[in-house]
T-cell receptor, first 113, second 113 residues
């Protein structure tokens, strides 16, 4: 119930291409879906987040698409750049006193120059 | 600059020894968290604390202990009971508003031989 499944585990994209990372969840109580970006040797940092009342959220080259009925959400990186090479984690949490995040297993993105 | 400081960045210990990882924040955040990161497994919650002198177990608390004597500090002790302690440990904090993002430190890589 608490698991968030993320795919693919690794992704290689050419510069200028579109990177797509997918996540699926089971817990229907989840109502907050952030994506975190992590560079080697650093802690993760919030990239973009969405709530289930909208189907899409865009911030610059980064877009989250959300499908509530399928319980899936995805991150799209348009015009991928070598500087986007990092590990990306999806996460989810449910409204409650602690609002603990459940993280996906991560996707290592490499953007080739 | 406000942020989370984890020290040391690299830590080496012999099997059977307890080791304490430091986490200090000057963001005035109420909640603090410890995550463990292993390749291909994402971030797993070890312990969290929402207020001083109070903390709760996360998903993988066995073999770990914490204290929260000050709002700014949330040290993690990896005990000899932890069967597989070698990992990357991340500390995070969050304001009282649970819809705010987690702020992560840059982690401590612990190697136990």
């Amino acid at each position: 119930q608490q698991q968030v499944k993320q795919s693919p585990q690794s992704l290689i994209v050419q510069k200028g291409g579109i990177s797509i990372i997918n996540c699926a969840y089971e817990n229907t109580a989840f109502d907050y879906f952030p994506w975190y970006q992590q560079f080697p040797g650093k802690g993760p940092a919030l990239l973009i987040a969405i709530r289930p009342d909208v189907s899409e959220k865009k911030e610059g080259r980064f877009t989250i698409s959300f499908n509530k009925s399928a319980k899936q959400f995805s991150l799209h990186i348009m015009d991928s750049q070598p500087g986007d090479s990092a590990t990306y984690f999806c996460a989810a949490s449910a409204r409650g006193s602690a609002r603990q995040l459940t993280f996906g297993s991560g996707t290592q993105l490499t953007v080739l120059p | 600059d406000g942020g989370i400081t984890q020290s040391p960045k690299y830590l080496f210990r012999k099997e059977g020894q307890n080791v304490t990882l430091s986490c200090e924040q000057n963001l005035n955040h109420d909640a603090m968290y410890w995550y463990r990161q292993d390749p291909g497994q994402g971030l797993r919650l070890i312990y969290y604390s929402q207020i001083v002198n109070d903390f709760q177990k996360g998903d993988i608390a066995e073999g770990y202990s914490v204290s929260r004597e000050k709002k700014e500090s949330f040290p993690l002790t990896v005990t000899s009971a932890q069967k597989n302690p070698t990992a990357f440990y991340l500390c995070a904090s969050q304001p009282r508003d649970r819809d705010s993002p987690l702020h992560f430190g840059n982690g401590t890589r612990l190697t136990v031989t």
